[in-house]
């Protein structure tokens, strides 16, 4: 079929963490390598892996265990597995593209709070000519107006799992707002509703949503775009109604070479049977692959990214603070 284009400009952004915005999946495989190894028992494939990844604890474990065939019961596995996690995981590193892309984003609030292009004269006591030089290439850059990318967080890893892999990494993730961090162990989710089925994508939205300055209409599903590295979270964004974006591991691509197509319409069989009208369609273009990161073309989802600049400007500063603020009241 021909791919659409005429899709609205992203307003949202939701993100997976591991392997997409964190350098984990090693990790991962090395700690679970270990374990084999010490029981004499095969490596994990990655075409086990696979479907490991991106889908609740639960889910993946009863996999795991069904395929690995351990001579120790699941109690000793998951407390030889979790020391291993408490060993590798506090040295988890952003994967290359994620901090720019993070940053960038984050710095698109300046739509929201700039007052005259985000300079106030008087508070900034700037020469007028040289704040008009300043602005005119913002003003003249876009064709249509400008706007915030709101951001979210949907992780299957749980809390505590989660605190492990990001508590040396807080500047990183200060920028999703404590009330738009969706985890694995969240209580809205039931159980039993985890990826590849939306419901995780579904409730980001929905945090962003509640969240929204008085008077900005809500985002709808295709506004939103979600970024994935495993094959069932691009299942789950697919049938959300939001468009995706595919960045896997360079193992995980090869195991799937060939069916890139089946990936991105979210019609690898991942979730069994499911009702048809919840998959996409064949190169239908809600979802694209991309190797990296790195070098992200906002433009293309109608994402306009304010020079690194404006961060200077007053009511960037001013916004910080204030969200920080709500930030610590959501904590307590």
């Not at 400009?9 to 270990?34: I, S």
């Not at 789950?236 to 960045?247: D, K, P, Q, S």
């Not at 979730?271 to 992200?296: C, K, S």
Request: net charge negative; with cysteine.
């Amino acid at each position: 079929m021909a791919p659409r284009t005429d899709f609205p400009p992203v307003r949202a952004c939701v993100f997976d963490m591991d392997g997409l915005l964190l350098d984990t999946e090693d990790l991962y495989t090395l700690c679970v390598n270990l374990i084999l190894e010490k029981y004499q028992r095969p490596k994990l494939p990655w075409s086990i892996k696979a479907k490991l990844q991106g889908r609740p604890g639960p889910v993946a474990n009863k996999l795991f265990h069904d395929w690995a065939q351990l001579p120790i019961d699941h109690d000793q596995y998951t407390q030889e597995y979790y020391a291993l996690q408490k060993r590798y995981f506090p040295g988890t590193q952003p994967l290359p593209g994620v901090e720019k892309l993070l940053s960038d984003l984050g710095r698109t609030r300046f739509w929201d709070v700039r007052e005259g292009f985000g300079v106030d004269v008087e508070k900034e006591n700037a020469d007028p000519d040289a704040l008009a030089e300043k602005r005119k290439p913002l003003a003249n850059e876009f064709l249509t107006p400008p706007h915030r990318v709101h951001i979210a967080l949907a992780t299957s890893a749980h809390e505590s799992n989660f605190k492990l892999k990001t508590s040396h990494l807080e500047e990183l993730f200060s920028v999703f707002e404590t009330q738009r961090r969706v985890l694995g162990d969240d209580r809205r989710i039931a159980p039993g509703r985890g990826k590849p089925l939306p419901d995780i994508y579904l409730l980001a939205l929905r945090t962003i949503n509640d969240s929204l300055p008085a008077g900005e209409k809500p985002i709808t599903p295709e506004e939103c775009l979600v970024f994935e590295d495993s094959v069932p979270g691009v299942e789950a964004g697919r049938r959300a109604g939001m468009r995706v974006i595919w960045v896997p591991h360079p193992m995980l691509k090869k195991e799937y070479a060939g069916r890139e197509a089946e990936v991105l319409a979210g019609r690898t069989g991942e979730a069994g049977d499911v009702d048809l009208h919840q998959l996409g369609e064949i190169d239908d273009g809600w979802a694209e692959y991309y190797p990296t990161l790195i070098n992200f073309p906002y433009h293309k989802y109608g994402i306009h990214v304010p020079p690194v600049d404006v961060e200077q400007e007053h009511c960037m500063r001013a916004s910080s603070i204030a969200g920080q603020m709500v930030a610590q009241t959501f904590a307590n």
